[in-house]
């Protein structure tokens, strides 16, 4: 079964590089057709897409975060990785993790992880 | 890129209500659009995807509708669990509305 668990500082400060990591079980993330995303929440706020690393290592970015946002696949330990640079406090969100089916909807989700921006 | 409107953003009905939940792309995008429920503290949850596919194991008082640029979620007859923010996606070029809170009237 499949689940997906993010992991990453809870605080990052002003200026510096927020680095998230979600861990997948239950399934390899080169393993098939899907579609390996991060998506935000800012506190009491809606949903924005991030990006994603696709099953063959390509990748896809929102464009107004592109210019700040890697995203990165290490099928050893079936992981993958949000960098994002140069954070303010607008960064403040809960980050999630989720697969993509079907060209990018997404049935399943990690529980997400609240990260704060702040000195 | 493809902005999504949603409509109301809030909400107020009452258990039996017949809900509608409107979405439009600024753009055409095809049957390229997913409803998802949210709960506080809780990841979002698929409920439509295709524009009117159902997911598996949700209440079929649940449907979607809609192709190119507007989308409607309804449900049919609003039950004490789906008080919740509904949002709509659009998965041409990736983007969520901003929600739809449902309240209790």
């Known amino acids: 079964q499949l689940h997906l668990q993010e992991s990453g500082p809870g605080l990052v400060k002003p200026s510096q590089t927020l680095s998230l990591t979600c861990t997948v079980s239950?399934?390899?993330?080169?393993?098939?057709?899907?579609?390996w995303t991060w998506i935000r929440q800012p506190p009491g706020k809606g949903l924005e897409w991030i990006g994603y690393?696709?099953?063959?290592?390509?990748?896809y970015y929102n464009p107004s975060l592109k210019s700040r946002v890697t995203i990165s696949g290490d099928t050893s330990k079936n992981q993958f990785s949000l960098n994002l640079s140069s954070v303010t406090a607008a960064d403040t969100a809960v980050y999630y993790c989720?697969?993509?089916w079907g060209s990018g909807y997404y049935r399943s989700w990690g529980q997400g992880t609240l990260v704060a921006v702040s000195s | 890129d493809i902005q999504m409107t949603q409509s109301p953003s809030t909400l107020s009905a009452s258990v039996g209500d017949r809900v509608t939940i409107t979405c439009r792309a600024s753009?055409?995008?095809?049957?390229?659009l997913a409803w998802y429920q949210q709960k506080p503290g809780k990841a979002p949850k698929l409920l439509i995807y295709?524009?009117?596919s159902l997911e598996t194991g949700i209440p079929s008082r649940f449907s979607g509708s809609g192709s190119g640029t507007e989308f409607t979620l309804t449900i049919r007859s609003l039950q004490p669990d789906d008080f919740a923010t509904y949002y709509c996606?659009?998965?041409?070029?990736?983007?969520f509305g901003q929600g739809t809170k449902v309240e209790i009237k």
């Open positions: 753009q055409s995008i095809s049957s390229y």
């Open positions: 239950g399934v390899s993330i080169n393993g098939g057709d899907y579609y």
């Open positions: 996606q659009q998965y041409n070029s990736y983007s």
């Open positions: 989720a697969r993509g």
């Open positions: 690393i696709y099953y063959n290592g390509s990748t």
């Open positions: 295709k524009a009117s």
